[in-house]
Each structure stands twice: as structure tokens, then as C-alpha cells.
């Protein structure tokens, strides 16, 4: 879902992976020395589906407008300290 939401906000192709864990897989890889280089390992990289922006740039633009204003909106609630709780025992 957040690979789909990113191509939304970004107003932009996105390219899914055959397998979508190809970072992590590659990167375990190299480290116990299944492949030599990346250059080894590119050439297996496939790929699943291509998504193509369905929306206006100018659309995109505000959605992530009021999506940052939301983020923006939700920070801060929480006291920074412990010694700001009130935490009342019940008897």
C-alpha cells in the first residue's frame, strides 16, 4: 500500500520489482559472497508491473500539501518528559 500511495503523491511511474525484497536480497547476498558485485547480481533484476500516474501533477501537489499540513498537525501532542505525566492510581 505505501509503494502505491508514494506513486500518488509523487505524481510519478513507479517500476515493482519481480521480487520485492531486492534490496535486502542483494545486499545478503554480496555479504556472504554469493555474487562478486552488483554489476552480477543487476542482471537478475526483473521486472513485475509498471504503474503510471492516473492524476494531475497539480492534483498530486496538493495532496501532499495537505499531507505534510497533517503531519505537521499531529506532532507535538505527546509530553517530551515522563515528569510531565499526571498518572493517577486507582484504589
Do not use: C, H, Q
Request: hydrophobic share 45%; charged share 30%; glycine share 6%.
Amino acid at each position: 500500500m505505501r509503494f502505491y500511495v508514494s506513486g500518488i503523491l509523487l505524481a510519478a511511474e513507479l517500476v515493482r520489482p519481480a521480487i520485492i525484497e531486492t534490496t535486502a536480497l542483494g545486499a545478503a547476498y554480496l555479504a556472504v559472497g554469493f555474487w562478486k558485485d552488483m554489476g552480477e547480481i543487476s542482471t537478475l533484476w526483473k521486472v513485475d508491473k509498471v504503474f503510471e500516474p492516473k492524476m494531475t501533477r497539480e492534483r498530486a501537489s496538493d495532496l501532499r500539501g495537505r499531507w505534510n499540513e497533517a503531519l505537521i498537525r499531529s506532532k507535538g501532542w505527546e509530553p517530551k518528559e515522563k515528569s510531565e505525566l499526571k498518572v493517577t492510581e486507582s484504589k
